[in-house]
């Protein structure tokens, strides 16, 4: 009996009773992140082939939408967004190593990039608010100048759609990921992370590359392709 | 758990990733036709398969987990092949008199 008590306190205070191990505790949290992150993909995979689906059948009015997306905003949210998973690449290293210091640090400036793209986001669409791209809303949607050939009226819509909806759902992810960066942010504040635990710095750090990997593909796909068809 | 990577390795993948965001940016002013979307995409896939290896950290991950990573995408491939495929395929048929 004494010798069970002795194992009992022996052990990590981090590590719970149902895995042998700190490794398989950590394994088998970022396993089980990676699985909710292929539920992530089949989401945005959805929305990606449907995206898929109608420009291939509106090619043309695809061309004529994508002449008022501002590239120049997409390229700059891409960089910020790198940027951001190399600090949270570097803030799980620093947890790792009990570098408690630089570890908070790194957090603050994921969190800042983070918050730098939905700035620049905000002012992208409030651009398209003005410039009345916004579909649904009355007042907000025009569509008419030599860049809008008046026949792609309606599929110009469709469209727009799918772009408020996939930087829309990528943009809750990143609040998501703000919060989740906050939480472990205080977490860190505590020092509750070191060499022996760091498994939710990585596993949050796993979420964060995954939106950055979403933007990436979302970047190209409603940025730049088609962007050199000139309409007329 | 991971060995640690060298702040090296990350800067690395970090600059490659942002030449190929200008990269990428730039191509697409070029008009290449039907190319355009093949590079642009074939760019992407690059920039996630090197976060993926390196920032997800799937490069030291044990095999389970690799083995997952590697399903999730060809669960997409599927999606995205069955629902393009019926999409695609619906003009190469003539249609029948009853349409």
């Given at each position: 009996m004494?010798?069970?008590?002795?194992?009992?306190?022996?052990?990590?205070?981090?590590?719970?009773?149902?895995?042998?191990?700190?490794?398989?505790?950590?394994d088998?949290?970022?396993?089980?992140?990676?699985?909710?992150?292929?539920t992530?993909?089949?989401?945005?995979?959805?929305?990606?082939?449907?995206?898929?689906?109608?420009?291939?059948?509106?090619?043309?009015?695809?061309?004529?939408?994508s002449?008022?997306?501002?590239?120049?905003?997409?390229?700059?949210n891409?960089a910020?967004?790198?940027?951001?998973?190399?600090?949270?690449?570097?803030?799980?290293?620093?947890?790792?190593?009990?570098?408690?210091?630089?570890?908070?640090?790194?957090?603050?400036?994921?969190?800042?990039?983070?918050?730098?793209?939905?700035?620049?986001?905000?002012?992208?669409?409030?651009?398209?608010?003005?410039?009345?791209?916004?579909?649904?809303?009355?007042?907000?949607?025009?569509?008419?100048?030599?860049?809008?050939?008046?026949?792609?009226?309606?599929q110009?819509?469709?469209?727009?759609?799918?772009?408020?909806?996939?930087?829309?759902?990528?943009?809750?992810?990143?609040?998501?990921?703000?919060?989740?960066?906050?939480?472990?942010l205080?977490?860190?504040?505590?020092?509750a992370?070191?060499?022996?635990?760091?498994?939710?710095?990585?596993?949050?750090?796993?979420?964060?590359?995954?939106?950055?990997?979403?933007?990436?593909?979302?970047?190209?796909?409603?940025?730049?392709?088609?962007?050199?068809?000139?309409?007329? | 758990?991971?060995?640690?990577?060298?702040?090296?390795?990350?800067?690395?993948?970090?600059l490659?990733?942002?030449?190929?965001?200008?990269?990428?940016?730039?191509?697409?002013?070029?008009d290449?036709?039907?190319?355009?979307?093949?590079?642009?995409?074939?760019?992407?896939a690059?920039?996630?398969t090197?976060?993926?290896?390196?920032?997800?950290h799937?490069?030291?991950?044990?095999p389970?987990?690799?083995?997952?990573?590697?399903?999730?995408?060809?669960?997409?491939?599927?999606?995205?092949?069955?629902?393009?495929?019926?999409?695609?395929?619906?003009?190469?048929?003539?249609?029948?008199?009853?349409?």
């Amino acid at each position: 009996m004494a010798d069970t008590h002795a194992v009992a306190t022996e052990h990590p205070p981090q590590l719970r009773h149902h895995f042998d191990d700190m490794g398989q505790q950590f394994d088998s949290a970022t396993f089980g992140m990676w699985v909710f992150l292929l539920t992530e993909i089949m989401f945005f995979g959805g929305m990606f082939g449907a995206y898929t689906v109608y420009r291939s059948m509106y090619p043309d009015a695809f061309a004529a939408t994508s002449n008022f997306m501002n590239p120049a905003f997409g390229a700059a949210n891409t960089a910020v967004l790198i940027v951001s998973s190399l600090t949270m690449a570097l803030a799980v290293r620093a947890a790792h190593l009990g570098q408690q210091k630089l570890l908070q640090i790194m957090l603050v400036l994921t969190m800042i990039f983070g918050t730098a793209f939905l700035v620049i986001k905000g002012f992208e669409y409030h651009e398209h608010w003005v410039d009345g791209k916004v579909p649904l809303f009355p007042g907000h949607w025009v569509w008419e100048g030599a860049n809008a050939p008046p026949q792609f009226a309606h599929q110009a819509q469709i469209l727009f759609c799918f772009y408020f909806f996939m930087t829309g759902f990528h943009a809750i992810h990143m609040l998501v990921g703000l919060g989740i960066m906050t939480t472990i942010l205080m977490m860190a504040r505590k020092g509750a992370f070191g060499p022996s635990y760091y498994t939710p710095v990585e596993v949050s750090g796993l979420y964060w590359h995954f939106v950055d990997i979403v933007w990436i593909f979302l970047f190209p796909l409603l940025y730049l392709i088609g962007h050199t068809k000139k309409l007329i | 758990m991971h060995p640690v990577t060298p702040v090296r390795t990350y800067v690395l993948i970090w600059l490659t990733l942002t030449i190929l965001t200008f990269v990428t940016y730039y191509v697409a002013q070029i008009d290449l036709g039907a190319l355009n979307v093949v590079v642009a995409l074939g760019i992407a896939a690059f920039k996630m398969t090197l976060v993926i290896w390196f920032f997800m950290h799937v490069r030291t991950d044990n095999p389970l987990t690799k083995l997952f990573v590697f399903a999730g995408f060809f669960w997409m491939a599927i999606l995205l092949a069955l629902t393009l495929g019926d999409y695609f395929s619906r003009n190469w048929m003539p249609l029948g008199k009853f349409w």
